[in-house]
């Protein structure tokens, strides 16, 4: 990474991330890859999700996309949370409309202790992929990924997509010795894929624990905290700023926020002066317009984005985000237009 005026380092992004002024909000889309765009749909034609992850043409040409069109602030490998496991040797696919499935889900002591350890080895088109893409994004960060240890587990217990996560609630409740076991399995896989990612060239890391926000605050407190604060440790020598993000967090925020993180990911519901409020002060934060907000009309999106911008200063670093993924039928001028919109943002009055 490069110290110069206008380097990498000096980009709005990671600015922001590390809580300095930045030139502008800097903007990105969790889901900017690989949804909404026909360009996307061209290149994916004939190809299995998992097979296009491991093919680092097609990734560094499918992250780049989103880039070229919208002129965001922030690339995110195309990839997928459940990569790593399939990579290692679990018996997963990504079923069209569905999601992850996997073939034998985790129940037992034997099953989770069979799930292998992280083998960078394994995920050498990761590796290349990251390299050729940083020498294409220039002075534009890219954003590496890992699913959460609970975000992991929840499809291995479950053995796909599961609204009430009933069967992974039993394991964390009933079977406490079969959920230590497949949670520091899953710690060791989390952190391993993001060091790969950073190793490789990443500037930032973001862990996405999608579902943890259907959990009690006691329930994440103790069977989940530990574990993803040890994810945060395990690469903190990295010195890349890292992103902690989950969905329906609001009364858990404080938790999430108390590991090892320099940028909290706060969902639509609540409002970011609130979210800094419950955050630590050195914390920045990362969202969270309403994604399905980008489908009304124009002159409400830009209320919407503006309110999203206001109360964003209130914490010391702001990356515009959606609160959540972008929805797959969004149209992408949209974005493009909302990107224009924050990139040319004048604040009511000065900071
Ligand atoms: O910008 C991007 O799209 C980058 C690539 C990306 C990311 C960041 C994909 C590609 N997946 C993810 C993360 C991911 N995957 C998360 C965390 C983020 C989030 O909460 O949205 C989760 C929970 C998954 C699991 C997953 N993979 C689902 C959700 C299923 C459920 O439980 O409801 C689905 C549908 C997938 C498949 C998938 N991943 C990515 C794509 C482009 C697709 C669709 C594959 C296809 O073409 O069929």
Redo the contacts with the bound molecule.
């Keep these: 990474m490069t110290d110069q005026p206008g380097g990498l380092a000096d980009s709005a992004f990671l600015r922001a991330a590390r809580g300095q002024p930045a030139p502008h909000v800097p903007v990105w889309f969790?889901?900017?890859?690989?949804?909404s765009l026909p360009e996307y749909r061209a290149v994916?034609e004939g190809v299995a999700?998992l097979d296009a992850c491991t093919r680092p043409e097609l990734v560094v040409e499918i992250t780049m996309q989103p880039v070229r069109r919208h002129g965001v602030d922030a690339a995110?490998l195309?990839?997928?949370?459940?990569l790593p496991l399939k990579a290692l040797g679990v018996d997963l696919d990504?079923v069209?409309g569905v999601?992850?499935v996997v073939a034998e889900p985790v129940r037992d002591l034997a099953a989770a202790e069979a799930i292998p350890s992280f083998d960078g080895d394994r995920v050498g088109f990761v590796t290349e992929a990251v390299n050729e893409l940083v020498a294409q994004l220039g002075g534009t960060p890219l954003v590496g990924?890992a699913?959460a240890p609970y975000?992991l587990a929840s499809y291995l217990i479950e053995g796909g997509?599961s609204k009430d996560h009933a069967l992974t609630k039993a394991m964390m409740h009933g079977a406490p010795d079969v959920w230590r076991a497949l949670m520091d399995r899953l710690v060791g896989i989390s952190a391993g894929f993001l060091r790969v990612q950073a190793e490789a060239g990443a500037s930032a890391v973001q862990l996405?624990d999608?579902w943890a926000g259907g959990l009690t605050p006691a329930d994440y407190r103790e069977h989940v905290l530990p574990y993803s604060s040890a994810v945060f440790e395990r690469i903190a020598d990295l010195g890349v700023p890292r992103v902690h993000f989950g969905?329906a967090t609001g009364e858990i925020l404080a938790d999430m926020a108390s590991v090892d993180v320099e940028v909290m990911g706060v969902d639509w519901r609540v409002p970011l002066d609130r979210a800094v409020q419950r955050i630590r002060p050195h914390q920045a934060v990362q969202g969270n317009l309403d994604p399905a907000l980008v489908f009304a009309p124009w002159d409400v999106i830009e209320a919407k984005a503006g309110e999203v911008l206001e109360l964003g200063r209130t914490a010391p670093g702001h990356i515009f985000n959606l609160g959540?993924?972008v929805l797959p039928s969004t149209d992408p001028d949209v974005l493009t237009r909302l990107v224009d919109l924050i990139h040319s943002y004048e604040f009511a009055v000065a900071s």
């Design positions: 969790m889901r900017q890859a690989g949804r994916r999700m995110i195309f990839s997928d949370i459940v990504i069209s999601g992850p990924f699913g975000t997509p996405f999608s969905v959540h993924g």
